[in-house]
């Protein structure tokens, strides 16, 4: 049981370029999520997913686009990057949405230059 | 609008100190809190899930309470140890769908 895995640890991009983050879970958990952490800004919220074929945004989805075509795999596509999303980007699951315990993946360090 | 507070945003203690870590939240209306750590540069462990109706729960040297009258939660540590140094944040569901985080506490414990 590996719990939720994320690739790359490490990404450097320049301006514009285009890439997508990986998040995969074995614990059959309806419900998925993606974070970045910044410094003095705590998590936020970008996209989540409540099961297979179901996304909605979070605080902040500009410049991210997702979807979720298995209970599995939820990536996160960064359409074209700017140095404002430069962060590191948690993906998290729950079993259902609200009452359950979360559970994060080791996260992605992402820079843009 | 759900905000959740840690307070202190640092703490130094050295090692063998019992303490208490706080979370403040606006809304009591809440299923649940849940406590996390974070050692630097890597991803969140979930320490402890408080269910609205449990007043607490532990784990090992871990305790956390929840007030939702007040809406406060404390994380107690026994015992404190070097180990122990991380970021610990607390965060708890708003709406239906989403969890809000607090910035969290850095702890350092000294040997």
């Known amino acids: 049981n590996a719990g939720v895995t994320q690739t790359p640890k490490f990404q450097v991009l320049k301006t514009g370029q285009s890439m997508t983050l990986q998040c995969a879970q074995d614990?059959?958990?309806?419900?998925m999520s993606w974070y970045r952490q910044d410094p003095g800004m705590g998590l936020r919220l970008i996209h989540y997913?409540?099961?297979?074929?179901?996304?909605d945004q979070g605080e902040v989805p500009n410049g991210y686009n997702v979807s979720r075509s298995t209970t599995e795999d939820f990536p996160l596509r960064l359409l074209s990057a700017a140095p404002s999303q430069t962060s590191v980007y948690f993906c998290?699951?729950?079993?259902?949405?609200?009452?359950?315990?979360?559970?994060f993946g080791p996260g992605t360090r992402l820079t843009v230059t | 609008k759900q905000e959740v507070t840690q307070i202190p945003a640092a703490l130094s203690v050295p090692e063998g100190e019992n303490l208490v870590l706080n979370c403040s939240f606006t809304?009591?209306?809440?299923?649940?809190l849940q406590w996390f750590r974070q050692d630097p540069g890597k991803g969140l462990t979930s320490l402890l899930l408080?269910?609205?109706?449990?007043r607490e729960q532990t784990s090992g040297r871990l305790n956390a309470s929840l007030d939702k009258s007040s809406g406060r939660s404390t994380l107690y540590i026994a015992a404190s140890q070097p180990g122990d140094s991380a970021t610990y944040l607390c965060?708890?569901?708003?709406?239906?769908?989403?969890?809000?985080f607090g910035t969290g506490t850095r702890l350092k414990v000294l040997a």
């Open positions: 998290a699951s729950s079993y259902s949405r609200g009452r359950y315990e979360q559970y």
């Open positions: 614990m059959n958990h309806e419900y």
């Open positions: 997913s409540v099961g297979a074929g179901i996304t």
């Open positions: 809304d009591s209306a809440i299923y649940n």
């Open positions: 408080i269910q609205s109706s449990q």
């Open positions: 965060a708890v569901p708003s709406g239906t769908y989403k969890y809000i």
